[in-house]
Each structure stands twice: as C-alpha cells, then as structure tokens.
C-alpha cells in the first residue's frame, strides 16, 4: 500500500519512490527511480472498493396538489405570452411543509430571466420549476448551464398547450442525477382546469420587448 498525499499551497514533494498525489485536476500516481520521474492519472486506487456517483432526495415527496398549481401558473403565463415561466421551491424543516415563490421574471420564447434573491429565515430553498411552454419536458443544454452552480432539485414542465410532461433531477457540483417523478411527488399529474391561482401571480411576469432568443422577424425561437 502506498502513501497518499493531497496537493495543497505548501505541498513539497516526499521522498518516496511511489505515492499517490490527490490534486484539483484528479489523482496522479507519482513514480520516481534513477531512470525517469512521472506523474500518471489514475481512475483510482486498486485496492479500495469500488464507487459510483449518485444522490438522492432527502426531502418528503410533493404532494400532487402542488405540482397542480405550477401547472396552472404555468398554462396562464403560456396562455397570456407563449413563453416559459419559472417558480422557486421551499421547503421549512422545522413545519415539515413545501411552499412556492413566484420570483418577478421577464419571460419571452424558450427563456426566462429571474433573481433568486435571499432565501427566508427557517427556509430551505430546494431548487426551481420551470416551464417549456409547448416543447416536451427535458433538461436543455440551457438548463444545464444554469443549474450547474446551483445545487439542488430542478424540474421541468412541458407540453402545456396539452397533457403536460414532467421531468425531475438533482443538481449536485454540475452532474445531475434523473429522478423518476415517482421519487419527487406523492401524486400523480393530475388536471389544473380550474384551479384559481393567488391574486396578482401574473403581476410579477413582464414579457420581454425584444425576445433574446427571437428570429431577425421578433418571434420567439422556441413556440
């Protein structure tokens, strides 16, 4: 068994022939002997057992009566802009209950713009749900730049102009682990036609003059 040794500000190199050097690119097997001195990447050490990435949700499930309500907020915003929306998720440890944020957002096409801001005291922000107007519910090369510092759960929503689709994932150090719907809400996807939404959700949506993602006519790219 060789020594293991971690890369750090002040790190001088040991004395030993063979070690293993754990630094911010990964692990390296160092050799050094009369005829050359190498550092090897290495996926990992031969003797310890093996690993793989995962994560879990550690929270209660959603109850269906949640995911209802986005859907509705959802369908309104698509409804009055053909665009995707975006609601921000708590969860207070202490009650042991969920609760929804409409953060003030410009929304135009395939995009929305928000601030998160602070998160309340006695809360936990969990992630955020966002919509895909008309498109399928699906994790974009968008979505995936956005959330890749931002660890926790996100969800997408899609297919609003119809039977809407749902997908769900962990976020956590830029991997994302997909978790079946089944693993996030207690409930299944059920109809939002007439559900009353709180007064004013619409007032914190403003659409976009000049869509980011619009073509040279002004239409948004993606409904």
């Given at each position: 068994m060789?020594p293991?040794?971690?890369?750090?500000?002040?790190?001088?190199?040991?004395?030993?022939?063979?070690?293993?050097?754990?630094?911010r690119?990964?692990?390296?097997q160092?050799?050094?002997?009369?005829?050359?001195?190498?550092?090897?990447?290495?996926?990992?050490l031969?003797?310890?057992?093996?690993?793989h990435?995962?994560?879990?949700?550690?929270?209660?499930p959603?109850?269906?009566?949640?995911?209802?309500e986005?859907?509705?907020?959802?369908?309104?915003?698509?409804?009055?802009?053909?665009?995707?929306?975006?609601?921000?998720?708590?969860?207070n440890?202490q009650?042991g209950?969920?609760?929804?944020?409409?953060?003030?957002?410009q929304?135009?096409?395939?995009?929305?713009?928000?601030?998160?801001?602070?998160?309340?005291?006695?809360?936990?922000?969990?992630?955020?749900?966002?919509?895909?107007?008309?498109a399928?519910?699906?994790?974009?090369?968008?979505?995936?730049?956005?959330?890749?510092?931002?660890?926790?759960?996100?969800?997408?929503?899609?297919?609003?102009?119809?039977?809407?689709?749902?997908v769900?994932?962990?976020?956590?150090?830029?991997r994302?682990?997909?978790?079946?719907?089944?693993?996030?809400f207690?409930?299944?996807?059920?109809?939002?036609?007439?559900?009353?939404?709180?007064?004013?959700?619409?007032?914190?949506?403003?659409?976009e003059?000049?869509?980011?993602?619009s073509?040279?006519?002004?239409?948004?790219?993606?409904?």
């Amino acid at each position: 068994m060789f020594p293991v040794y971690l890369k750090e500000d002040h790190f001088e190199e040991p004395d030993d022939p063979i070690y293993y050097l754990v630094t911010r690119d990964g692990l390296f097997q160092v050799k050094r002997n009369p005829l050359f001195h190498a550092r090897t990447k290495v996926r990992g050490l031969s003797w310890l057992m093996s690993e793989h990435e995962a994560a879990r949700l550690q929270l209660p499930p959603l109850s269906g009566a949640i995911l209802v309500e986005i859907v509705a907020f959802f369908r309104e915003v698509f409804q009055a802009h053909r665009a995707e929306a975006v609601v921000l998720l708590y969860f207070n440890q202490q009650e042991g209950r969920y609760e929804l944020k409409i953060p003030k957002q410009q929304v135009a096409g395939g995009h929305c713009s928000y601030e998160i801001g602070p998160t309340p005291a006695g809360w936990l922000r969990v992630g955020t749900i966002h919509s895909h107007a008309s498109a399928d519910a699906f994790h974009s090369e968008l979505d995936d730049e956005d959330e890749r510092h931002d660890d926790g759960l996100h969800m997408t929503i899609g297919n609003l102009d119809g039977e809407a689709s749902v997908v769900c994932s962990l976020v956590v150090d830029g991997r994302r682990f997909t978790l079946k719907p089944s693993e996030v809400f207690d409930g299944e996807l059920l109809d939002s036609t007439g559900v009353r939404l709180p007064k004013g959700s619409l007032q914190v949506v403003d659409l976009e003059t000049v869509p980011r993602d619009s073509d040279a006519e002004g239409r948004p790219s993606s409904v």
